[in-house]
């Protein structure tokens, strides 16, 4: 649990970085003839953004704050989804950080 909770304060302040970087590429798309890149990075930002808040919900349905918080033993089937949680985690952070990187090197070369 402390991992899966460790990955999501990883990731969960780089909510802001993505809304900046939307609100740059926006900028972009509306003064480039050719926007079809910027779009793209636009959308793989808000699609990595919608992860993470559909995680956080689906994550917060699964368990109860003393399971999350305080480390309340969990039952065989919770510790099966909570593997499951963390391979799904695993993936949102590498979603999150590609579109941050892809983003941020598109809008620095142009």
Not at 11 to 23: F, N
Not at 53 to 70: L, Q
Not at 89 to 104: F, G, P, Y
Request: glycine residues 6%; aromatic residues 4%; hydrophobic residues 35%.
């Amino acid at each position: 649990m402390k991992e899966v909770i460790a990955i999501h304060d990883e990731v969960m302040p780089k909510m802001g970085t993505i809304g900046s970087l939307i609100s740059e590429l926006d900028a972009k798309i509306e003064k480039s003839d050719s926007t079809e890149s910027y779009t793209k990075a636009r959308q793989d930002l808000k699609d990595a953004h919608k992860s993470m808040m559909d995680w956080m919900r689906n994550f917060g349905d699964r368990f109860d704050g003393d399971e999350i918080m305080k480390g309340k033993t969990l039952t065989e089937e919770k510790q099966k989804w909570l593997d499951e949680e963390e391979v799904k985690v695993n993936t949102l952070r590498d979603q999150i950080n590609s579109s941050i990187k892809n983003a941020e090197e598109l809008l620095k070369g142009n």
